[in-house]
């Protein structure tokens, strides 16, 4: 506390929250106190759905809070200056915050236009140097940014190293110039892929182990940009965080971003939604690309949100043994034991609970522990699906988190997954009728046509009611995801982008050629062979083999192989068809897969394996995106089912992948 006296009158007084603390650079690190840190960072704009980017102290403190409970230690401002309340509450809450000078010159062409011109000096300065002096005593800010996409030019030079003779303690971070520039003690790339070079002409994105490993480099690299979240998306986030692990130098990101930017608005005809990208008549506009958050306007979570965080959680496992069932637990935590945290676990055996224990943790800071959970574990003969779950949860409630606050998680299989194997051959075939045009198989009330000159299977009848609305058959492209048409535009295409990779391999417009189809009956079931060419022009860019075997308990089984061409992008195949005409709409559905959220094979560490209930599709399926994404609602389903009904449905996906060779 400053005061000012005039003799015994007190004048004025100033209060000020005191930190104590030391960032440095060495050895190739970023240090606090000594320490390496583990940058779990995401990019966040001054936003509210609806008061525009007008927020009060309580839509600070709700952010600050969600970014604690999903594991987020840092936050850049992007791409400003934040109002001094929000730096107040960082440095009460904890959260590492990199302060961004209010400079873009996104646009400009060359993008440096500015950056190198030194009339614009003085205008750059004033954005920096209030910055610095406005908040240097804050110690929730660790690094100062010298702004955004502004190309690379003498004023950040200039200023990069005012910042350093004016405020020595804190290094100062820019991506601009290539994002290894000499402007920045931080080697700070958007979008860098882990592995995969992105050789763009003057300014190349090397993957991010390769980076770091580049002759002469000693500096650590931390995303300023990654894992773009715009709409359905973070697919291979959990692949950054295996590598932060296991390199050093490797320091973390920040995620962009942190809140769709949207405003909710009430439409000509009643409905009330989030407009954004022309709805208030504005041209031109971004469409979508404000639409980039791992929440929703009103901070709703996206279903990505659930794996950032399991992908950054500060708690490792490690399952050492399974008789006696042992574990090991690592913390993450750089400056705290575990006084508050919990480990819970449990067995489950096919979706029921048959041992579960708790126990108190405690850790020193980064320590581990090795833990004995129980001594035996009696299964049932034959039993399947066995999944320890291990979970650490605060029992008390903190200052950001309620009592009983999950941590981390988890899951391990205690025994091999249920393998559904072909069942021994009984009783005769179906029979097989041949003619010119179909081959018809029946058995029973079910009744299977398959055209011979598509190949396709083309009518399915039980009971003499059509189960199929269009015939089975390949579908090698899907809707594009946001993220898959990335910038691309009607009037400005970017090459790069999926969708239009897709459109170029000619994968929209591919040409079925049916080149064999064969039956045949054997003892116990009937074996169609189809084989299709996929072409574009006279090219064959795609091989099909599908393999239909019709047996004796009349059931289908489909197995299907593809193979693309050299070249060809990459892309998921699947096989599709409608297995009724009426839609379920009123049931409650169950089943065993991996999580009840939103989950694909690129987004599921954070899925737990288990049995699920559904409410009905009209109220778990409801749209909860914007715009409406390709979605399904799990992975790796092993059988599902319809409370309710007499008939059960087999749901799972029929899938391949294509590869490149």
Not at 226 to 242: C, E, I, K, T
Not at 353 to 363: E, F, I, K
Not at 443 to 472: C, I, K, M, N, Y
Not at 594 to 612: I, L, Q, V
Request: proline letters at 6%; a negative charge.
């Amino acid at each position: 506390m400053v005061s000012l006296w005039q003799g015994d009158r007190l004048i004025e007084a100033e209060a000020w929250d005191i930190g104590f603390r030391r960032v440095e650079i060495s050895n190739g690190l970023l240090l606090l106190n000594g320490k390496p840190l583990l940058i779990r960072g995401v990019n966040r704009h001054e936003h509210h759905h609806q008061r525009g980017q007008v927020v009060t102290e309580e839509d600070m403190l709700q952010d600050i809070l969600l970014m604690k409970q999903n594991n987020f230690n840092a936050v850049r401002c992007s791409h400003y200056p934040n109002v001094s309340r929000w730096y107040e509450l960082c440095n009460r809450y904890g959260l590492y915050v990199v302060d961004e000078a209010n400079i873009e010159t996104h646009g400009m062409v060359p993008m440096n236009r500015l950056s190198d011109d030194p009339s614009w000096l003085p205008a750059f300065s004033a954005r920096v140097t209030r910055m610095v002096q406005s908040n240097r005593n804050h110690p929730s800010i660790i690094i100062w940014s010298l702004g955004n996409e502004s190309g690379g030019g003498d004023n950040h030079e200039a200023l990069y190293h005012w910042i350093k003779r004016n405020d020595p303690s804190r290094p100062v971070q820019y991506e601009g110039g290539g994002a290894d520039s000499s402007a920045t003690d931080i080697i700070c790339p958007m979008y860098a892929r882990v592995e995969r070079d992105q050789l763009i002409p003057a300014v190349p994105k090397w993957g991010i182990k390769k980076w770091i490993s580049l002759p002469g480099e000693q500096r650590p690299l931390i995303l300023c940009e990654y894992a773009h979240a715009m709409g359905n998306s973070l697919g291979n986030f959990a692949d950054y965080w295996q590598a932060f692990r296991e390199y050093p130098r490797l320091q973390g990101g920040f995620i962009w971003d942190w809140a769709d930017q949207a405003i909710s608005k009430t439409f000509e005809d009643g409905s009330t939604g989030w407009a954004y990208g022309g709805d208030f008549g504005d041209k031109p506009n971004d469409r979508q690309f404000c639409m980039n958050g791992l929440v929703f306007p009103d901070r709703r979570p996206h279903p990505s949100l659930i794996e950032a965080k399991h992908a950054q959680q500060f708690f490792q496992f490690t399952l050492l043994a399974q008789s006696p069932l042992r574990v090991s637990v690592n913390s993450e935590y750089l400056f705290r034991a575990t006084n508050n945290e919990e480990l819970r676990w449990q067995v489950q055996s096919a979706g029921e609970t048959v041992a579960s224990g708790s126990t108190a943790l405690d850790l020193i800071p980064q320590g581990e522990a090795e833990l004995t959970l129980c001594d035996s574990l009696t299964l049932s003969q034959g039993a399947k699906e066995v999944w320890l779950l291990l979970e650490v949860v605060q029992p008390q409630a903190t200052a950001w988190s309620p009592a009983e606050h999950r941590v981390a998680w988890q899951q391990f299989a205690l025994a091999a997954p249920l393998a559904l194997a072909k069942p021994a051959p009984a009783g005769s075939a179906p029979t097989l009728e041949i003619d010119e045009s179909f081959y018809v198989v029946s058995l029973g009330s079910q009744q299977w046509t398959v055209d011979r000159q598509s190949g396709l299977l083309s009518q399915w009848r039980a009971d003499g009611v059509e189960q199929l609305l269009t015939p089975l058959r390949d579908q090698f492209v899907r809707a594009p995801l946001d993220n898959d048409i990335g910038v691309s535009e009607v009037e400005r295409i970017d090459p790069n982008a999926w969708v239009e990779r897709w459109k170029s391999a000619g994968l929209y417009d591919l040409e079925a050629r049916c080149v064999r189809c064969e039956a045949q009956r054997l003892a116990h079931e009937v074996v169609i062979d189809s084989r299709w060419h996929y072409l574009r022009g006279d090219e064959v860019v795609i091989v099909s083999r599908w393999r239909m075997t019709f047996d004796s308990e009349g059931r289908l089984h489909l197995a299907v192989d593809g193979r693309a061409a050299p070249g060809t992008p990459a892309a998921a195949a699947a096989s599709r068809a409608s297995t009724s005409r009426s839609p379920i709409s009123s049931s409650r559905s169950r089943g065993s897969a991996t999580a009840r959220m939103k989950n694909y094979p690129d987004r599921r560490s954070s899925a737990e394996f288990s049995r699920w209930q559904l409410p009905p599709c009209g109220d778990e399926h409801a749209r909860t995106s914007s715009p409406p994404k390709t979605a399904y609602a799990a992975i790796a389903p092993r059988w599902t089912g319809v409370a309710g009904t007499s008939r059960a449905i087999s749901t799972s996906r029929c899938s391949l992948t294509v590869p490149r060779s």
